[in-house]
């Protein structure tokens, strides 16, 4: 979170001295794209490189002095450093925020979502993936996607889920791994803090990646939206953006059945499945 704030800094400071991505990207020696990863939080800044941008944009000592502080406290490391060299960059970033967020919006098209899902149905899922991988590097993928789901309970991790009627139907693993992933999901849909609806096909046609939007307590932490694709991620965080994808999760929930309802047909797809 301190990376994004800083990130964010750094692009208003940026746009205020009129300048370009590529021409604040000349003065430290870099390239346009590796600056715009700083901005948006995926990359971290060097303080030679800090310093030399804050110069460029001429920003006041104590501003300046504020700006130094918060990215020494964004180099501090997470929890989740330990998993460093099992998960790509892009999403050490998603874990960081996640770890921070007071509340998720999930729509999941394909695939029960990371921090609802079984240890039987992430190995599944890893063990699927092509190329496969090695099944040491599944058990570190599985235990960091244990360790999120800590956030749900420990930490009242309000979550709102929507999950295509596919999702629940989808035997990954086969038969015995989805009904236990089902009872799974009944259960944690009876958390306080959970609301888990499921989407029918009978909504009709939904032509949407799957995608989470990322709540923080701070007011001035705005909403993230986060879209994982098969080449890696995407982050959305200016305002027009966020406020189109919770105009469509309004929609998504205003579709599916209600939570009760929703437990009720999971319920009745594990019945027909014993």
């Given at each position: 979170?301190r ?6 800094e750094l ?10 991505l590529?021409?604040?990207?000349r003065h430290?020696d870099?390239s ?5 990863r700083?901005e948006?939080a ?12 804050l110069?460029?944009?001429?920003v006041?000592?104590?501003e300046r002095e504020?700006?130094?502080a918060?990215a020494?406290?964004?180099r ?10 099992t998960?790509?960059?892009w999403?050490?970033?998603?874990v ?19 921090l ?8 599944a ?9 090695p ?10 996607r244990?360790?999120r ?6 930490q009242?991790?309000r979550l709102?889920v ?15 791994v ?10 944690v849909?009876d ?7 499921v989407?029918?096909f ?5 032509v949407?990646?799957?995608?989470t ?12 939206i986060?879209?994982e694709h098969?080449a890696?991620a995407?982050?959305?965080e200016?305002?027009a ?13 205003a579709?599916?059945?209600?939570p009760a ?7 009745d ?5 014993t």
């Amino acid at each position: 979170m301190r990376r994004r704030r800083l990130g964010a800094e750094l692009r208003r400071l940026r746009e205020r001295a009129g300048l370009t991505l590529e021409q604040a990207a000349r003065h430290i020696d870099s390239s346009h794209s590796r600056l715009s990863r700083i901005e948006t939080a995926q990359l971290g800044i060097k303080a030679p490189d800090l310093r030399a941008l804050l110069d460029l944009y001429q920003v006041v000592p104590e501003e300046r002095e504020k700006l130094v502080a918060l990215a020494r406290e964004a180099r501090q490391r997470g929890w989740w450093h330990v998993y460093r060299d099992t998960v790509p960059e892009w999403f050490e970033v998603y874990v960081g925020l996640e770890s921070e967020a007071a509340g998720l919006g999930i729509y999941e098209s394909q695939f029960v979502h990371g921090l609802l899902q079984t240890e039987e149905y992430a190995r599944a899922m890893y063990r699927a993936g092509v190329p496969p991988l090695p099944e040491e590097e599944v058990e570190k993928h599985i235990r960091l996607r244990m360790e999120r789901q800590a956030l749900v309970v420990e930490q009242a991790l309000r979550l709102r889920v929507v999950l295509d009627e596919a999702v629940v139907r989808r035997a990954i693993g086969g038969k015995k791994v989805l009904i236990g992933q089902l009872q799974h999901l009944l259960q944690v849909a009876d958390l306080p803090n959970v609301s888990l609806q499921v989407l029918p096909f009978e909504a009709g046609a939904v032509v949407l990646s799957p995608f989470t939007i990322l709540d923080f307590p701070d007011p001035e932490d705005h909403s993230v939206i986060y879209i994982e694709h098969q080449a890696g991620a995407s982050y959305a965080e200016r305002p027009a953006e966020v406020r189109n994808c919770s105009l469509i999760f309004d929609s998504l929930r205003a579709a599916a059945w209600s939570p009760a309802q929703s437990a009720q047909f999971i319920a009745d797809l594990v019945k027909e499945m014993t």
